[in-house]
């Protein structure tokens, strides 16, 4: 793809553009702010296409990924929504294994992972998705590791409660 080739890059817009606007959804749930943050991931991605190095198959899927993570995390920062890393829910007693999510809908997992708080999601996220050690997401976030792993162990509580009750509320109906 040449950096002026408006065709390459509609293009790549074309068969780019679903799969990052899910990967901004992860970390940004406002409609109008999604399209800022892949307003601002694309203009990156075709200002410095020059910079992209080919490391084979899938690399610029990666690059451009990151791309749109990092300014989906700059804008959160931004907004000050990463500071608040306190969430007062009980959370429940459920088992240490994760539960069995085979029969509920891609959908319904992503429904309740972007209903989150900001920073359990956040995490959550840049773990299981970018997967990121705790190291990482810490340096990435500005907090502690210690943090991190209390976010994704509280995120990963939540969204077990979540899957326990759709799976209980779905059982009842048949």
């Not at 190095?53 to 749109?68: M, P, T």
């Not at 804008?75 to 459920?94: G, I, M």
Request: net charge negative; glycine share 2%.
């Amino acid at each position: 793809m040449q950096e002026h080739d408006p065709r390459a890059m509609r293009q790549y817009y074309d068969l780019m553009v679903g799969y990052l606007t899910a990967v901004c959804a992860r970390y940004i749930t406002q409609e109008e702010q999604q399209k800022d943050v892949l307003q601002e991931s694309f203009i990156k991605i075709f200002g410095a296409i020059d910079q992209f190095d080919y490391r084979g198959d899938g690399s610029l899927h990666a690059w451009s990924r990151r791309v749109v993570v990092n300014e989906a995390l700059s804008a959160l920062r931004q907004d000050k929504q990463l500071t608040a890393f306190s969430y007062t829910e009980q959370l429940p007693d459920v088992p240490e294994e994760d539960p069995d999510s085979d029969d509920v809908p891609a959908e319904v997992i992503q429904h309740f992972i972007r209903e989150l708080p900001e920073g359990y999601r956040t995490v959550f996220n840049l773990y299981v998705f970018e997967d990121h050690s705790h190291q990482e997401i810490a340096e990435m976030l500005h907090i502690k590791e210690s943090s991190s792993a209390s976010q994704l162990s509280r995120a990963k509580s939540i969204l077990a409660k979540k899957i326990n009750e759709y799976k209980a509320h779905n059982n009842d109906k048949q």
